[in-house]
Antibody
Framework: QVQLQESGPGLVKPSQTLSLTCRVSGSSISTGSYYWSWIRQFPGKGLEWIGYIHHNGNTFYNPSLKSRITVSIDTSQNQFSLNLESVTAADTAVYYC??????????????WGQGTVVTVSS | ENVLTQSPGSLSLSPGERVTLSCRASQSVTNSQLTWYQQKPGQAPRLLIYAASRRATGIPDRFSGSGSGTDFTLTISRLEPEDSAVYYCQQYGTSQYGTSVTFGGGTKVEIK
């Protein structure tokens, strides 16, 4: 079955760039009408969509984060990545990668990684 | 931004009881692109219901979703101990401002 696994540093200093990668296994990232997504969950438990990318390279970002984020895809490695610039303590969260299904499946996030904790602190 | 408000914030019920959770949107949700997730402590959210009323693969039929426009509900017909979790709704939409994906604040369900 399809599985997603996040990787990246658990601690990032303020003003630096947070970089995470999500490796996809069990299926090619280049097939289907899926959007490869990043979502975060704050310590107070609220969930926030960050952005996603299609295997054709089209990206869609949360307008509130758009100026600071880049989502990219590497189909040869079957993985996608997130860069979040100029981080502050407010970016401390659990970061999830997830697969977003097509409109016929309600545009739902149907498969999630286990999540990775990122703390922004000096 | 389409703000989703979930109610109640939390509730405590006994096994076998029926529970209805509410998700109200500040704007109409396009084409019923409304999804429900279940999250247990230390785990990622799990897809329960998509397109407002369609159960995801492997989800027991005691879970059901309904609604359209701005008002949606998730019903658990007979609570089981393993249903203790936080339930989130989420919507997808598009506008001249771009893509909109937002989550509700969640409802915590505790089984006595």
């Amino acid at each position: 079955q399809v599985q997603l696994q996040e990787s990246g540093p658990g601690l990032v200093k303020p003003s630096q760039t947070l970089s995470l990668t999500c490796r996809v296994s069990g299926s090619s990232i280049s097939t289907g009408s899926y959007y490869w997504s990043w979502i975060r969950q704050f310590p107070g438990k609220g969930l926030e969509w960050i952005g996603y990318i299609h295997h054709n390279g089209n990206t869609f970002y949360n307008p509130s984060l758009k100026s600071r984020i880049t989502v990219s895809i590497d189909t040869s490695q079957n993985q996608f990545s997130l860069n979040l610039e100029s981080v502050t303590a407010a970016d401390t969260a659990v970061y999830y990668c997830a697969r977003r299904a097509g409109v016929t499946k309600g545009s739902a996030f149907d498969i999630w990684g286990q999540g990775t904790v990122v703390t922004v602190s000096s | 931004e389409n703000v989703l408000t979930q109610s109640p914030g939390s509730l405590s019920l006994s096994p076998g009881e029926r529970v209805t959770l509410s998700c109200r949107a500040s704007q109409s949700v396009t084409n019923s692109q409304l999804t429900w997730y279940q999250q247990k402590p230390g785990q990622a959210p799990r897809l329960l219901i998509y397109a407002a009323s369609r159960r995801a693969t492997g989800i027991p039929d005691r879970f059901s979703g309904s609604g359209s426009g701005t008002d949606f509900t998730l019903t658990i017909s007979r609570l089981e101990p393993e249903d203790s979790a936080v339930y989130y709704c989420q919507q997808y939409g598009t506008s001249q401002y771009g893509t909109s994906v937002t989550f509700g604040g969640g409802t915590k369900v505790e089984i006595k």
